[in-house]
């Protein structure tokens, strides 16, 4: 479900993008070639040359003054709404996983056995809290921006000592703010606060549990991630033997060189599949990992048990606080925005 929700959700935001992408490219009109030397004196399009002698086109499409403006914002708002899926993605899997951690071990759900947590979820990330989703997306976007530029002074090989300490720093702050941002959408999920507010509760939740937070920070992802990459490894390996030895091997009249081709193709393909679906599991489970650190840290700080009688996102009555009022703000799964 949680692909289907990506996939989709994806098509919905990206696909009007690239139309309008489309759309905008084809306002412009067919100029001369300024790479061309023949002054305009060719007759045939393979006499349109440039100064190195090399055919080039005679003409070519210039558009319009405010396209390459246009351009550019379209690109941001591709990225704005690529990391609004992930968001998305993201508050769905720990609204979840917070319903589960806060559900009473005695009891049963109000709404009947048949009652989803994750359309629960996904309704709320899709109403009261999307603006809360917008704004986080927002400052990620605003980060991948800014980690392009400082890629793109790199590979312009800058000397300066100043300017790579600058861009050392700079990358650092990156990803604590991409680490915040991540766990406040995580905390948004669970108490229905606006995004900023839970950043800052966040903030402080995760400087009272300063050493766990930065064993999930790095260790989670380093262990998942080099996993995917050697087991998508070993099965492009398995299907490299496995194709040889059953498929191009037997094909009547193929010179060694083209089993060999259609046999490494084969083991890329299989490789890149692997990768791609094992990669998504391990996003998920990181997510759920995120989620469940920051159930047990309120948890732990509240000085409740997870059997206690915190009300879920799946309760009808999610505008209470927590047990006693001791988190002094938010709600579970109440109106984020």
């Known amino acids: 479900m949680a692909l289907g929700l990506q996939l989709g959700l994806a098509a919905v935001l990206e696909i009007p993008l690239l139309l309008a992408v489309g759309g905008a490219m084809r306002n412009g009109t067919l100029v001369y070639n300024s790479a061309r030397v023949d002054q305009g004196s060719a007759a045939r399009a393979d006499q349109c040359v440039n100064s190195d002698g090399d055919s080039v086109n005679c003409c070519e499409w210039q558009v319009e003054a405010w396209v390459n403006g246009y351009l550019v914002v379209a690109f941001i708002a591709m990225l704005w709404s690529m990391f609004l899926v992930f968001q998305i993605k993201m508050f769905t899997v720990a609204g979840t996983i917070a319903q589960w951690y806060f559900q009473p071990t005695s009891a049963t759900d109000e709404q009947g056995p048949n009652r989803s947590r994750t359309l629960t979820s996904l309704r709320f990330a899709l109403g009261p809290s999307l603006g809360s989703l917008c704004a986080g997306s927002a400052v990620l976007t605003l980060v991948s921006i800014v980690r392009r530029m400082l890629q793109k002074l790199r590979r312009d090989g800058t000397t300066n000592l100043f300017a790579a300490c600058l861009a050392a720093c700079l990358s650092l702050l990156l990803s604590l703010v991409e680490f915040v941002t991540q766990f406040a959408t995580v905390r948004a999920a669970i108490t229905g606060e606006a995004f900023f507010t839970a950043g800052r509760n966040v903030v402080a939740l995760l400087k009272r549990n300063l050493m766990d937070a930065f064993g999930v920070w790095w260790l989670p992802p380093l262990v998942l991630q080099s996993s995917s990459f050697l087991l998508a490894v070993a099965w492009g390996f398995l299907a490299y033997k496995i194709s040889s030895a059953t498929t191009w091997s037997r094909m009547a009249g193929w010179s060694p060189e083209q089993v060999y081709?259609?046999?490494?193709?084969?083991?890329?393909?299989?490789?890149?599949?692997?990768?791609?679906?094992?990669?998504?599991?391990?996003?998920?489970?990181?997510?759920?990992?995120?989620?469940?650190?920051?159930?047990?840290?309120?948890?732990?700080?509240?000085?409740?048990?997870?059997?206690?009688?915190?009300?879920?996102?799946?309760?009808?009555?999610?505008?209470?606080?927590?047990?006693?009022?001791?988190?002094?703000?938010?709600?579970?799964?109440?109106?984020?925005?």
């Not at 791609?276 to 650190?293: E, K, Q, T």
């Not at 840290?297 to 999610?318: C, F, I, K, P, Y």
């Open 261 to 337: 081709s259609m046999t490494l193709l084969t083991a890329v393909l299989a490789f890149l599949a692997g990768w791609a679906v094992l990669s998504f599991l391990a996003s998920l489970l990181l997510n759920v990992i995120d989620a469940l650190f920051v159930c047990f840290a309120m948890d732990r700080e509240l000085g409740q048990v997870s059997g206690g009688d915190e009300v879920t996102h799946g309760s009808e009555e999610g505008t209470k606080h927590f047990q006693g009022g001791r988190t002094g703000e938010g709600e579970i799964l109440g109106g984020g925005g």
